[in-house]
């Protein structure tokens, strides 16, 4: 079975940056370049909303519009995992940040890591 684990979080000022981690083990079938991965944040009171995607080779991604030109997304095959750069944090960046992968039609997602944008 798939494990994703993600690290990274914490506390950090408005306008700082905040690179997160996921990574992934537990493969037997398959690797880690076999999944396309997500990421999503949920925010206090909120529902889960799509952040950043990137294909299996890395070679393209898609970017949520709250988080367009401040979030980079990539990963690295070999290490089995996938890091979120996020610089220009504004409060609204807050939530608990979840890891998704994906093959086909099955999913599987981490526990998340809190990121708090506060002054």
């Known amino acids: 079975q798939v494990h994703l684990v993600e690290s990274g979080g914490g506390v950090v000022q408005p306008g700082g940056s905040l690179t997160l981690s996921c990574a992934a083990s537990g493969f037997t079938d398959f690797t880690f370049s076999d999944y396309a991965m997500n990421w999503y944040r949920q925010a206090p009171g909120r529902q889960r909303e799509f952040v950043a995607a990137i294909t299996r080779a890395g070679d393209n991604t898609i970017y949520g519009d709250s988080v367009k030109g401040s979030f980079t997304i990539s990963r690295d095959n070999a290490k089995n995992e996938m890091y979120p750069q996020m610089d220009r944090l504004e409060l609204e960046n807050t939530g608990e940040y979840y890891c998704?992968?994906?093959?086909?039609?099955?999913?599987?997602w981490g526990r998340g890591t809190q990121v708090t944008v506060s002054s």
């Open positions: 998704n992968g994906v093959r086909g039609s099955r999913g599987c």
